[in-house]
């Protein structure tokens, strides 16, 4: 991917830039972006380890079609996947990123719109026990779907919101109006309620993090004892609840993805891939 943005840095006769406040300039970026995203995917097969798995043959019509007909609605990017695929780690890459090259991001987890369930969690003693007794955490019911959805809105339209924050600490607390969040151009969702109902279709791109069941279980147990303060024992029993959760909920939906990315692959070469977006958007000549 370094070859690429290097000659596109290097190239002597830049394309003047479009007046992307008007259709034709938009009709424009649109063919634009539609030929360098072609070429993106074609660099990609040579890869090694490459990290588009696959495309759906409608996105990128869609998605043109979408920047030339509303060009004031914000960006929605819904990033959804199996537990410890990769989702959040991507989202840092991402977050890193757009950082260094001063892109106006934002970054939300869904997971924040869990319900509260302390009271559940005090009722059987523990979080685990919960678990134990049948309790079907992940079902899209265990969501505040309705607020997910207003917020989204809310952000899409440009307007700041206050979303709730779901402690991760096994009490199942849920703190509203906790985290505040910019309505920047772009606004990236990581979390399995991305996939669900009429939220699923606010998204402008849908991307799924595939990942081989070997490398999910090691990054599952990592994260479970170093972070989520489980033990073995205990981070198992849940890596097979949450197996059996993602057959009914996540992977029926994984065919509605825009886009599958192989979440083994290299973190390096995805950050490549953004600064390649980003200098393919910015690269263009100021006069003639």
């Keep these: 991917m370094n070859s690429l943005l290097e000659d596109e840095l290097n190239k002597k006769d830049k394309i003047l830039k479009p007046d992307f406040s008007t259709k034709s300039g938009r009709e424009f970026l649109a063919i634009y972006l539609y030929s360098k995203f072609k070429q993106i995917l074609a660099y990609d097969k040579t890869s090694e380890t490459p990290i588009f798995q696959y495309v759906s043959p409608d996105f990128m019509p869609k998605f043109t079609k979408r920047l030339i007909h509303n060009p004031e609605k914000h960006f929605l990017i819904g ?31 869904a997971d924040n719109y869990f319900r509260d369930i302390s009271a559940l969690i005090s009722k059987h ?39 709730p924050q779901y402690l991760v600490n096994g009490t199942g607390i849920v703190i509203p109006n906790a985290i505040p969040k910019k309505a920047h151009k772009i606004i990236v969702v990581e979390g399995m309620a991305t996939m669900y109902g009429k939220v699923a279709d606010l998204f402008d ?34 890596l097979a609840y949450v197996r059996e959760a993602s057959k009914k909920y996540i992977l029926p939906k994984k065919d509605n993805s825009d886009i599958i990315l192989n979440g083994a692959a290299s973190l390096d070469y995805f950050a490549q891939i953004i600064d390649y977006i980003y200098t393919i958007t910015n690269n263009f000549s100021q006069t003639e």
């Design 79 to 109: 990033i959804s996947g199996e537990s410890a695929s990769g989702k959040t780690t991507i989202c840092n890459t991402i977050k890193l990123a757009t950082e260094r090259l001063n892109m106006p991001i934002e970054i939300l987890s």
């Design 125 to 163: 003693g523990s979080f685990d026990k919960l678990l134990a007794s049948g309790y079907d955490v992940d079902s899209p019911d265990n969501f505040d779907m309705e607020q997910l959805y207003n917020d989204l809105y809310e952000l899409s339209q440009g307007n700041d919101v206050k979303i």
């Design 205 to 238: 791109i849908k991307l799924y993090i595939d990942i081989k069941q070997e490398i999910q279980e090691k990054w599952f147990l990592y994260r479970a004892q170093t972070s989520r303060n489980q033990n073995e024992e205990n981070a198992r029993k849940q």
